[in-house]
Protein backbone atom coordinates (compact mmCIF):
# COMPACT_ATOMS: atom_id res chain seq x y z
CA UNK A 1 0.00 0.00 0.00
CA UNK A 2 1.48 3.53 -0.74
CA UNK A 3 2.33 6.29 1.93
CA UNK A 4 0.08 8.53 2.28
CA UNK A 5 1.09 12.29 1.81
CA UNK A 6 1.71 13.59 5.45
CA UNK A 7 3.61 9.74 6.52
CA UNK A 8 5.75 10.23 3.49
CA UNK A 9 6.94 13.79 4.39
CA UNK A 10 7.47 12.84 8.44
CA UNK A 11 9.15 9.74 7.18
CA UNK A 12 11.53 12.19 5.12
CA UNK A 13 13.22 13.29 7.86
CA UNK A 14 15.11 10.92 8.50
CA UNK A 15 16.81 11.13 4.34
CA UNK A 16 17.30 14.23 3.65
CA UNK A 17 -3.51 42.08 13.68
CA UNK A 18 -5.88 43.89 14.57
CA UNK A 19 -7.34 45.95 12.14
CA UNK A 20 -5.69 43.92 9.54
CA UNK A 21 -7.94 43.05 6.21
CA UNK A 22 -7.30 39.54 4.89
CA UNK A 23 -6.45 39.86 1.26
CA UNK A 24 -9.17 39.30 -1.09
CA UNK A 25 -8.72 35.85 -2.99
CA UNK A 26 -10.42 33.45 -5.31
CA UNK A 27 -11.79 30.25 -4.45
CA UNK A 28 -9.39 27.50 -5.80
CA UNK A 29 -12.45 25.66 -7.16
CA UNK A 30 -13.12 29.19 -9.19
CA UNK A 31 -9.59 29.08 -10.62
CA UNK A 32 -10.45 25.62 -11.72
CA UNK A 33 -8.44 23.58 -9.39
CA UNK A 34 -10.98 21.24 -8.51
CA UNK A 35 -12.09 19.53 -5.52
CA UNK A 36 -10.37 20.08 -2.42
CA UNK A 37 -7.99 17.28 -2.18
CA UNK A 38 -9.33 14.87 1.24
CA UNK A 39 -7.53 16.39 4.61
CA UNK A 40 -5.14 13.45 4.61
CA UNK A 41 -3.45 14.55 1.60
CA UNK A 42 -3.24 18.21 2.10
CA UNK A 43 -0.46 20.57 3.58
CA UNK A 44 -1.19 21.24 7.10
CA UNK A 45 0.30 24.97 7.64
CA UNK A 46 1.03 27.19 10.72
CA UNK A 47 1.29 30.91 11.01
CA UNK A 48 3.82 32.35 13.19
CA UNK A 49 2.86 36.41 13.40
CA UNK A 50 -0.34 37.02 12.14
CA UNK A 51 0.68 40.71 10.59
CA UNK A 52 1.99 40.95 7.57
CA UNK A 53 1.97 36.65 7.91
CA UNK A 54 -1.47 36.97 7.10
CA UNK A 55 -1.29 38.44 3.47
CA UNK A 56 1.59 35.48 3.35
CA UNK A 57 -0.85 33.11 4.23
CA UNK A 58 -3.11 34.28 1.85
CA UNK A 59 -0.64 33.53 -0.63
CA UNK A 60 -0.99 29.77 0.06
CA UNK A 61 -4.86 29.47 0.91
CA UNK A 62 -5.53 30.11 -2.66
CA UNK A 63 -4.22 26.10 -3.38
CA UNK A 64 -6.57 23.67 -2.59
CA UNK A 65 -4.26 21.24 -1.62
CA UNK A 66 -3.43 23.69 1.80
CA UNK A 67 -5.20 23.94 4.94
CA UNK A 68 -4.12 26.20 7.57
CA UNK A 69 -4.24 24.79 10.98
CA UNK A 70 -2.91 27.08 13.61
CA UNK A 71 -2.18 30.88 14.22
CA UNK A 72 0.76 31.86 16.93
CA UNK A 73 0.98 35.96 17.66
CA UNK A 74 2.04 37.28 20.90
CA UNK A 75 -0.83 40.11 20.33
CA UNK A 76 -3.92 37.84 21.31
CA UNK A 77 -6.43 40.45 19.81
CA UNK A 78 -4.16 39.79 16.26
CA UNK A 79 -4.01 36.56 16.47
CA UNK A 80 -7.84 36.11 16.85
CA UNK A 81 -8.50 38.48 14.21
CA UNK A 82 -6.20 36.58 11.60
CA UNK A 83 -7.79 33.32 12.84
CA UNK A 84 -10.90 34.90 12.45
CA UNK A 85 -10.19 36.32 8.52
CA UNK A 86 -9.01 32.52 7.60
CA UNK A 87 -11.70 30.95 8.47
CA UNK A 88 -14.55 33.40 6.80
CA UNK A 89 -11.95 32.35 3.65
CA UNK A 90 -12.40 28.79 4.24
CA UNK A 91 -15.31 28.12 6.46
CA UNK A 92 -14.30 24.73 7.36
CA UNK A 93 -11.41 25.44 9.16
CA UNK A 94 -10.25 24.58 12.41
CA UNK A 95 -7.50 27.05 13.88
CA UNK A 96 -6.18 26.83 16.79
CA UNK A 97 -4.62 30.07 18.15
CA UNK A 98 -1.10 29.84 20.03
CA UNK A 99 0.64 32.69 22.32
CA UNK A 100 3.47 30.31 22.27
CA UNK A 101 5.70 28.87 18.63
CA UNK A 102 6.90 25.85 20.82
CA UNK A 103 3.61 25.10 21.08
CA UNK A 104 2.41 25.58 17.66
CA UNK A 105 5.44 23.54 16.73
CA UNK A 106 5.11 20.50 19.01
CA UNK A 107 1.95 19.68 17.02
CA UNK A 108 2.63 16.33 14.80
CA UNK A 109 0.06 17.17 12.06
CA UNK A 110 1.94 20.03 11.30
CA UNK A 111 3.66 19.97 7.93
CA UNK A 112 5.06 23.35 7.05
CA UNK A 113 5.35 26.72 8.93
CA UNK A 114 4.85 30.58 7.51
CA UNK A 115 7.74 32.67 9.61
CA UNK A 116 6.37 36.44 9.38
CA UNK A 117 7.54 37.85 12.90
CA UNK A 118 10.11 40.79 13.47
CA UNK A 119 13.15 39.84 11.95
CA UNK A 120 14.46 39.29 15.27
CA UNK A 121 13.05 36.27 15.81
CA UNK A 122 13.41 34.44 12.42
CA UNK A 123 16.66 32.71 13.42
CA UNK A 124 15.97 30.88 16.58
CA UNK A 125 12.30 30.19 15.14
CA UNK A 126 13.70 28.84 11.75
CA UNK A 127 16.12 26.73 13.87
CA UNK A 128 13.40 25.48 16.25
CA UNK A 129 10.79 24.48 13.04
CA UNK A 130 13.82 22.78 11.44
CA UNK A 131 14.83 20.91 14.78
CA UNK A 132 10.68 19.48 15.03
CA UNK A 133 10.54 18.27 11.85
CA UNK A 134 8.59 20.58 10.26
CA UNK A 135 9.25 22.57 6.66
CA UNK A 136 9.92 26.71 6.76
CA UNK A 137 8.43 29.67 4.77
CA UNK A 138 10.09 32.46 6.46
CA UNK A 139 9.78 36.13 5.34
CA UNK A 140 12.97 38.08 4.31
CA UNK A 141 15.25 38.64 5.77
CA UNK A 142 17.03 35.24 7.17
CA UNK A 143 18.72 36.29 9.45
CA UNK A 144 20.28 39.41 11.84
CA UNK A 145 23.62 38.09 11.45
CA UNK A 146 26.14 35.55 10.23
CA UNK A 147 26.44 33.45 13.21
CA UNK A 148 22.31 33.17 13.14
CA UNK A 149 22.31 32.65 9.07
CA UNK A 150 24.89 29.88 9.12
CA UNK A 151 23.14 28.51 11.86
CA UNK A 152 19.54 28.13 9.89
CA UNK A 153 21.38 27.00 7.12
CA UNK A 154 23.16 23.95 8.77
CA UNK A 155 19.98 23.05 10.92
CA UNK A 156 17.66 22.95 7.83
CA UNK A 157 20.42 20.69 6.13
CA UNK A 158 20.84 18.48 9.16
CA UNK A 159 17.02 17.89 9.77
CA UNK A 160 16.36 17.31 5.86
CA UNK A 161 13.83 20.35 6.25
CA UNK A 162 12.57 22.25 2.61
CA UNK A 163 13.41 25.51 3.03
CA UNK A 164 12.07 28.66 1.28
CA UNK A 165 12.53 32.17 2.05
CA UNK A 166 10.45 35.40 0.63
CA UNK A 167 13.02 36.35 -2.12
CA UNK A 168 10.10 36.96 -4.69
CA UNK A 169 12.23 38.63 -6.92
CA UNK A 170 13.99 34.87 -7.63
CA UNK A 171 10.42 34.11 -9.23
CA UNK A 172 10.32 37.14 -11.02
CA UNK A 173 10.16 36.91 -15.27
CA UNK A 174 12.33 40.14 -15.49
CA UNK A 175 14.50 39.74 -12.42
CA UNK A 176 15.45 36.05 -13.83
CA UNK A 177 15.49 37.47 -17.41
CA UNK A 178 18.61 40.29 -16.06
CA UNK A 179 20.37 37.29 -14.14
CA UNK A 180 20.46 35.16 -17.34
CA UNK A 181 21.95 38.03 -19.58
CA UNK A 182 24.18 38.99 -16.70
CA UNK A 183 26.06 35.36 -16.70
CA UNK A 184 25.85 34.51 -20.09
CA UNK A 185 29.01 37.06 -21.31
CA UNK A 186 26.73 39.37 -23.06
CA UNK A 187 27.88 42.12 -20.75
CA UNK A 188 31.78 40.89 -20.98
CA UNK A 189 33.54 40.73 -18.05
CA UNK A 190 31.58 42.30 -14.90
CA UNK A 191 33.26 44.80 -13.61
CA UNK A 192 30.90 46.55 -11.39
CA UNK A 193 27.98 46.77 -9.68
CA UNK A 194 25.65 49.63 -8.34
CA UNK A 195 22.92 48.74 -6.26
CA UNK A 196 20.42 51.44 -5.88
CA UNK A 197 19.08 51.34 -2.67
CA UNK A 198 15.64 52.79 -0.71
CA UNK A 199 16.68 55.06 2.10
CA UNK A 200 15.52 54.90 5.52
CA UNK A 201 11.59 56.96 5.28
CA UNK A 202 10.38 59.20 7.73
CA UNK A 203 9.09 58.03 11.04
CA UNK A 204 6.87 59.17 13.74
CA UNK A 205 9.43 61.51 16.29
CA UNK A 206 7.01 62.78 18.59
CA UNK A 207 7.05 61.10 22.09
CA UNK A 208 3.51 59.57 23.02
CA UNK A 209 1.62 60.43 25.38
CA UNK A 210 2.76 58.79 28.89
CA UNK A 211 -0.61 56.40 29.13
CA UNK A 212 0.46 55.07 25.23
CA UNK A 213 3.44 53.92 27.32
CA UNK A 214 1.53 51.73 28.89
CA UNK A 215 1.65 47.77 27.47
CA UNK A 216 -1.75 46.68 26.58
CA UNK A 217 -2.86 43.92 28.13
CA UNK A 218 -3.73 41.52 24.89
CA UNK A 219 0.61 42.07 24.26
CA UNK A 220 2.96 39.88 25.80
CA UNK A 221 5.60 42.05 25.43
CA UNK A 222 8.36 40.25 26.61
CA UNK A 223 7.68 37.02 24.63
CA UNK A 224 7.76 40.00 21.20
CA UNK A 225 11.21 41.10 22.80
CA UNK A 226 12.08 37.71 22.88
CA UNK A 227 16.10 37.16 22.16
CA UNK A 228 16.67 40.66 21.34
CA UNK A 229 18.27 43.67 23.41
CA UNK A 230 15.63 44.60 26.03
CA UNK A 231 13.80 48.38 24.95
CA UNK A 232 10.84 49.30 27.15
CA UNK A 233 7.82 49.59 25.43
CA UNK A 234 6.85 52.22 22.72
CA UNK A 235 3.69 52.06 20.58
CA UNK A 236 5.91 53.70 17.62
CA UNK A 237 7.80 50.44 16.95
CA UNK A 238 4.73 47.95 17.71
CA UNK A 239 3.33 46.94 15.23
CA UNK A 240 4.70 49.55 12.77
CA UNK A 241 8.53 50.62 13.02
CA UNK A 242 9.96 48.26 14.82
CA UNK A 243 12.28 47.96 11.43
CA UNK A 244 14.12 50.95 12.43
CA UNK A 245 15.33 49.75 15.68
CA UNK A 246 18.53 47.69 15.14
CA UNK A 247 17.59 45.82 17.86
CA UNK A 248 14.59 44.09 16.03
CA UNK A 249 15.44 45.26 12.07
CA UNK A 250 17.84 46.48 10.21
CA UNK A 251 15.96 49.14 8.40
CA UNK A 252 15.61 49.36 4.44
CA UNK A 253 19.41 48.08 4.27
CA UNK A 254 18.12 44.85 5.59
CA UNK A 255 14.94 44.38 3.93
CA UNK A 256 14.17 45.53 0.19
CA UNK A 257 18.54 46.45 -0.03
CA UNK A 258 18.57 42.35 0.90
CA UNK A 259 16.33 41.17 -2.01
CA UNK A 260 18.35 43.28 -4.54
CA UNK A 261 21.80 42.12 -3.60
CA UNK A 262 20.84 38.90 -3.84
CA UNK A 263 19.94 38.97 -7.71
CA UNK A 264 23.07 40.67 -7.93
CA UNK A 265 25.11 38.06 -6.20
CA UNK A 266 23.27 35.14 -8.75
CA UNK A 267 24.07 37.42 -11.39
CA UNK A 268 27.98 37.33 -10.87
CA UNK A 269 27.62 33.67 -9.92
CA UNK A 270 28.84 34.62 -6.17
CA UNK A 271 25.25 33.05 -4.13
CA UNK A 272 27.51 31.15 -2.20
CA UNK A 273 30.65 33.36 -1.34
CA UNK A 274 30.90 36.98 -0.56
CA UNK A 275 33.11 39.91 -0.68
CA UNK A 276 36.56 40.24 1.16
CA UNK A 277 36.31 44.14 1.73
CA UNK A 278 33.99 46.13 2.94
CA UNK A 279 33.49 49.86 3.92
CA UNK A 280 30.96 52.51 3.72
CA UNK A 281 29.68 55.93 5.31
CA UNK A 282 25.61 56.43 6.39
CA UNK A 283 23.92 59.13 7.89
CA UNK A 284 22.00 57.26 11.03
CA UNK A 285 18.72 57.97 12.64
CA UNK A 286 19.63 60.08 15.76
CA UNK A 287 16.13 59.66 17.78
CA UNK A 288 15.52 57.24 20.17
CA UNK A 289 14.46 54.80 19.89
CA UNK A 290 15.19 54.61 15.85
CA UNK A 291 19.21 53.93 15.35
CA UNK A 292 19.51 52.62 11.67
CA UNK A 293 20.43 53.94 8.44
CA UNK A 294 18.60 56.60 6.98
CA UNK A 295 21.40 57.14 3.73
CA UNK A 296 23.75 54.92 2.92
CA UNK A 297 26.87 54.29 0.67
CA UNK A 298 28.96 50.88 0.99
CA UNK A 299 31.70 49.63 -1.12
CA UNK A 300 32.56 45.93 -1.66
CA UNK A 301 35.27 44.07 -3.05
CA UNK A 302 35.25 40.23 -4.04
CA UNK A 303 38.10 37.98 -4.41
CA UNK A 304 37.70 37.96 -8.64
CA UNK A 305 37.84 41.89 -8.23
CA UNK A 306 34.76 42.28 -8.85
CA UNK A 307 33.16 45.86 -7.17
CA UNK A 308 30.22 46.25 -5.92
CA UNK A 309 28.78 49.51 -4.40
CA UNK A 310 25.55 49.32 -2.48
CA UNK A 311 23.84 53.46 -2.19
CA UNK A 312 20.46 55.22 -2.02
CA UNK A 313 22.13 57.84 -4.40
CA UNK A 314 21.64 55.32 -7.33
CA UNK A 315 18.38 54.88 -9.34
CA UNK A 316 16.72 51.96 -7.79
CA UNK A 317 17.49 48.24 -8.51
CA UNK A 318 20.50 46.11 -9.63
CA UNK A 319 22.75 47.68 -12.72
CA UNK A 320 25.42 45.33 -13.88
CA UNK A 321 28.42 46.97 -15.59
CA UNK A 322 30.74 45.27 -17.71
CA UNK A 323 33.74 45.85 -20.48
CA UNK A 324 30.23 45.48 -23.39
CA UNK A 325 27.92 47.69 -21.81
CA UNK A 326 25.21 47.24 -18.98
CA UNK A 327 22.04 46.37 -18.16
CA UNK A 328 19.67 47.87 -15.24
CA UNK A 329 16.88 45.75 -13.19
CA UNK A 330 14.13 47.64 -11.24
CA UNK A 331 10.60 46.72 -9.48
CA UNK A 332 7.15 47.70 -11.66
CA UNK A 333 6.74 50.33 -8.70
CA UNK A 334 9.55 52.71 -10.11
CA UNK A 335 8.87 55.12 -12.96
CA UNK A 336 12.09 52.95 -15.07
CA UNK A 337 11.97 49.89 -17.02
CA UNK A 338 12.07 46.79 -15.57
CA UNK A 339 15.15 46.09 -17.95
CA UNK A 340 17.03 48.60 -20.06
CA UNK A 341 20.35 48.53 -21.55
CA UNK A 342 23.12 50.31 -22.72
CA UNK A 343 22.12 48.78 -26.31
CA UNK A 344 18.83 47.27 -27.35
CA UNK A 345 21.34 44.22 -28.42
CA UNK A 346 21.65 43.69 -24.94
CA UNK A 347 18.05 43.52 -24.00
CA UNK A 348 17.41 40.92 -27.85
CA UNK A 349 20.81 38.71 -27.20
CA UNK A 350 18.28 35.87 -25.37
CA UNK A 351 15.37 36.11 -27.83
CA UNK A 352 16.03 32.87 -29.23
CA UNK A 353 16.42 31.08 -25.86
CA UNK A 354 13.63 29.01 -24.51
CA UNK A 355 11.45 31.32 -22.52
CA UNK A 356 11.84 31.73 -18.87
CA UNK A 357 9.18 30.06 -17.24
CA UNK A 358 7.03 31.72 -15.20
CA UNK A 359 7.22 30.43 -11.15
CA UNK A 360 4.44 31.03 -8.46
CA UNK A 361 7.02 31.49 -5.36
CA UNK A 362 4.48 29.92 -3.17
CA UNK A 363 3.65 26.86 -5.06
CA UNK A 364 6.94 26.25 -5.60
CA UNK A 365 7.10 25.99 -1.97
CA UNK A 366 4.25 23.91 -1.97
CA UNK A 367 5.61 21.56 -5.20
CA UNK A 368 8.85 21.60 -3.27
CA UNK A 369 7.44 20.21 0.19
CA UNK A 370 5.64 17.05 -2.10
CA UNK A 371 9.01 16.26 -3.66
CA UNK A 372 11.37 16.79 -1.34
CA UNK A 373 13.87 19.17 -3.68
CA UNK A 374 15.01 22.43 -3.31
CA UNK A 375 13.06 26.14 -3.61
CA UNK A 376 13.47 28.84 -5.21
CA UNK A 377 15.19 30.46 -2.58
CA UNK A 378 16.74 28.13 -0.43
CA UNK A 379 18.55 29.08 2.93
CA UNK A 380 22.66 29.21 1.09
CA UNK A 381 22.17 32.10 -0.64
CA UNK A 382 19.55 34.00 1.62
CA UNK A 383 22.34 33.74 4.26
CA UNK A 384 24.86 35.04 1.22
CA UNK A 385 22.92 37.94 0.48
CA UNK A 386 21.57 38.92 4.36
CA UNK A 387 25.43 38.42 5.68
CA UNK A 388 26.41 41.50 2.73
CA UNK A 389 23.95 43.69 4.70
CA UNK A 390 24.97 43.02 7.65
CA UNK A 391 28.70 43.26 6.86
CA UNK A 392 27.62 46.84 5.71
CA UNK A 393 26.04 47.78 8.50
CA UNK A 394 28.83 47.32 10.52
CA UNK A 395 31.54 48.63 8.68
CA UNK A 396 28.98 51.78 8.42
CA UNK A 397 28.58 51.62 12.17
CA UNK A 398 32.50 51.58 13.02
CA UNK A 399 33.31 53.67 10.10
CA UNK A 400 36.17 51.33 9.27
CA UNK A 401 37.16 48.91 6.49
CA UNK A 402 36.12 45.35 7.43
CA UNK A 403 38.44 42.21 5.74
CA UNK A 404 35.91 39.08 5.88
CA UNK A 405 36.79 35.72 4.53
CA UNK A 406 34.03 34.36 2.40
CA UNK A 407 34.98 30.66 3.33
CA UNK A 408 35.49 30.70 7.09
CA UNK A 409 33.12 33.66 7.43
CA UNK A 410 35.16 35.68 10.06
CA UNK A 411 36.48 38.68 10.08
CA UNK A 412 40.75 39.12 10.45
CA UNK A 413 41.43 42.36 11.32
CA UNK A 414 38.22 43.71 13.47
CA UNK A 415 37.33 41.89 17.06
CA UNK A 416 34.85 44.40 17.47
CA UNK A 417 33.44 43.97 14.38
CA UNK A 418 33.50 40.10 14.96
CA UNK A 419 31.57 40.65 18.00
CA UNK A 420 28.21 42.66 16.62
CA UNK A 421 28.32 40.29 13.91
CA UNK A 422 27.41 37.41 16.39
CA UNK A 423 24.26 36.94 18.58
CA UNK A 424 24.01 38.42 22.08
CA UNK A 425 20.73 36.89 23.06
CA UNK A 426 18.90 37.75 25.93
CA UNK A 427 18.56 35.18 28.35
CA UNK A 428 17.23 32.40 28.33
CA UNK A 429 16.94 32.41 24.66
CA UNK A 430 20.00 30.59 22.15
CA UNK A 431 20.17 28.75 19.23
Not at 182 to 206: C, D, F, M, S
Not at 228 to 234: I, M, Q, V
Not at 318 to 342: E, F, Q
Not at 374 to 388: F, G, L, S
Request: proline fraction near 8%.
Amino acid sequence: MPLRRRQFLKNSINTVAAGLVFPTLIPADALGLGKRPAPSNRITLGLIGAGWGLGTAGKFLRFSETQLTGVCDVDAIRAKNAAVAIQRYRPDSQITIFSDFREMLAKKSLDAVIIATPDHWHGPMCIAAARAGVDIYAEAPLSRNPVEGRAIVKTVHLHGRIFQCGLTHRSSHEWDHAVKIAKNGVLGNITHIEIGALPTPAYPTRKPAPDALRIPKHLNYDAWVGPARWHDYDPRFIPHYWRWVSAFGGGELASSTFHYVDSALRGIAMEHSGPSIISGTAQFATFPPYDVELTYNSQLTFQNGIQMQISTEFPRGVKYIGDRGWLHVSDASTNTPLLHASSPEILQSTENDPPISPVDHWQDFLDSIKHRRNPRAPAEPAHRAATITQLAHTAMLLGRRLHWNPNTETISNDANASALLSPDYRQPWSI
